[in-house]
């Protein structure tokens, strides 16, 4: 296993729990707040337990923690509210803050490399097209249950959940998402693909460390 880079991992993981720690200080809705970062707080616990006998690539690693920077800062305003997103609606000319729809975007485009990369390194997929027909399957399924939860969500809290869904009104948001996950999947295995095979190159095929 590469120490080289153990530092620079370290560092990152100091840098976002100080940034969950500023998002959740005095966000706009606590509850909100809580559904929007809960996958930070899964997914960091899972990545520090298994760093031993499953490291994933260092480009893997980065785009986790970007993706932890969208969800912070949208769990932070809300979707419909953060100011980065009216700036872009400001210079694009829209009509409603299209933070949400970065947000799914990445929903699509970390997902997928995290796919592809337990796909490659447990050889579960034999053939590059296969490899990505079953990544995007997998992305859509992804999104398609992040979706049941923002429903079970607008059931079970009511007028309460508009901050979580943050549809600002479009009754077409849902499909939106998706679609704008599925651009984000399709988007990362054309940039990043062989970025990620020499990466994986230099790691274990198994769950075993070296």
């Not at 616990?45 to 480009?59: D, K």
């Not at 993706?67 to 609606?89: C, D, E, S």
């Not at 829209?94 to 997928?112: C, E, M, S, W």
Request: with cysteine.
């Amino acid at each position: 296993m590469n120490t080289a880079r153990t530092p620079w991992l370290l560092a990152t993981l100091a840098l976002s729990l100080v940034l969950l720690a500023w998002s959740g200080w005095h966000p706009y809705e606590r509850g909100t707040w809580a559904m929007e970062v809960f996958p930070v707080v899964i997914v960091v616990p899972l990545l520090w337990a298994t760093y031993g006998r499953f490291p994933l690539t260092t480009l893997l690693y980065a785009l986790v923690f970007a993706h932890a920077l969208v969800l912070m800062l949208g769990g932070a305003y809300t979707y419909a509210r953060v100011p980065l997103g009216f700036q872009i609606a400001d210079v694009l000319g829209l009509t409603r803050n299209p933070y949400d729809k970065i947000g799914h975007f990445f929903q699509g485009f970390v997902p997928a490399i995290a796919a592809r990369e337990i796909l490659v390194r447990g050889r579960y997929v034999q053939g590059r097209k296969m490899l990505a027909f079953v990544v995007v399957c997998i992305v859509l399924a992804i999104s398609a249950t992040y979706e049941f939860i923002e429903w079970a969500a607008a059931l079970a809290l009511g007028q309460g959940a508009d901050e979580f869904l943050g549809t600002q009104g479009d009754p077409w948001d849902t499909q939106s998402d998706m679609f704008c996950a599925l651009i984000g999947s399709v988007v990362s295995l054309a940039l990043l693909s062989r970025w990620h095979d020499r990466q994986m190159a230099g790691l274990p095929a198994s769950g075993s460390a070296r």
